[in-house]
C-alpha cells in the first residue's frame, strides 16, 4: 500500500497512529505529498487534492482519513479500533466526529491566519471550486450506482447542495451521465423529503 503522506498533517497522523496500533505500518510505503501545490500524482488518485490518500495493494485510492482507517480496520487479525456495534461503537465514533470536527475548523483556520485577506479569500474560493469541479469531473467519469447506499445518498446530497449554494455556477454543464443518474436518483423518498429550500 502506498500513503501520500504529510508529515505536519492530524489526518495523516491519525491514519498512521491506526496502522502502527495495528501493526501495518510496515505495509504502507510513504510518499511524501503537498496538497496545496495539487501535485499531478495525488490529484489522479484523489481528485479533492487533499491527504491522506492510500492507494491498496489493489490499486483503488481511497482518501479521507474515516475511510483510510476504516479499512485499514479490515486488514489483519489486530483487535480492531472500529466496535463492531453497541454503544461502545457509537461512543467511539462520536468521538472521531468530534475530533475530525476540530480539525476540519483548526486546519484551514491556521492556513488562512498566515496569508493577507483579500488574497487568502480569493485564493481560498479560487481552490475549494477547483477541487470541487474535479470531483464532479470524477463523478461523472465513474457515476455512482442506482442502488441506495451511504456512497450514493451522501453524493446526491452533495449535488445538491451545490444547485442550493451555487445555483449560477451550474455543475450539469458536461456531466450529462451525472445529472441523468441524479434525475432518478433525486426521486427518492429520503433525499425527496430533504431537498433543501
Ligand atoms: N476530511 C479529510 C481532511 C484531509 C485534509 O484536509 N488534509 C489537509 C492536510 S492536513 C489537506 O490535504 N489540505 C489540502 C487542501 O485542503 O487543499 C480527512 O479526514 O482526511
Not at 508529515?7 to 503537498?34: F, H, W
Not at 485564493?123 to 477547483?130: C, E, H, L, S
Not at 451545490?162 to 426521486?187: C, I, M, N, T, V
Amino acid at each position: 500500500m502506498k500513503i501520500y503522506y504529510s508529515a505536519t498533517s492530524p489526518y495523516v497522523r491519525k491514519v498512521m497512529a491506526c496502522a502502527i496500533i495495528r501493526g501495518l505500518d510496515g505495509r504502507i510505503e510513504k510518499q511524501a505529498s503537498n496538497p496545496h501545490a495539487s501535485p499531478e500524482d495525488l490529484l489522479a488518485d484523489n481528485p479533492l487534492s487533499k491527504v491522506p490518500c492510500l492507494v491498496t495493494d489493489d490499486g483503488l485510492s481511497l482518501f479521507g482519513s474515516q475511510l483510510i482507517c476504516e479499512y485499514l480496520d479490515s486488514l489483519g487479525d489486530a483487535l480492531p479500533l472500529f466496535p463492531a456495534q453497541g454503544a461502545a461503537r457509537w461512543r467511539a465514533l462520536k468521538f472521531q466526529s468530534l475530533g475530525d470536527g476540530i480539525l476540519d475548523a483548526a486546519v484551514p483556520c491556521r492556513g488562512e491566519q498566515g496569508k493577507p485577506v483579500e488574497a487568502a479569500r480569493d485564493a481560498q474560493i479560487a481552490r475549494y471550486k477547483a477541487a470541487m469541479s474535479r470531483a464532479v469531473d470524477a463523478l461523472e467519469a465513474d457515476p455512482p450506482h442506482k442502488h441506495v447506499d451511504i456512497g450514493s445518498v451522501t453524493v446526491a446530497c452533495a449535488l445538491g447542495y451545490l444547485d442550493f449554494r451555487f445555483g449560477s455556477d451550474p455543475w450539469r454543464a458536461g456531466h450529462p451521465k451525472l445529472a441523468a443518474w441524479y434525475e432518478g436518483f433525486a426521486q427518492n423518498k429520503g433525499l425527496a423529503e430533504t431537498a433543501p429550500v
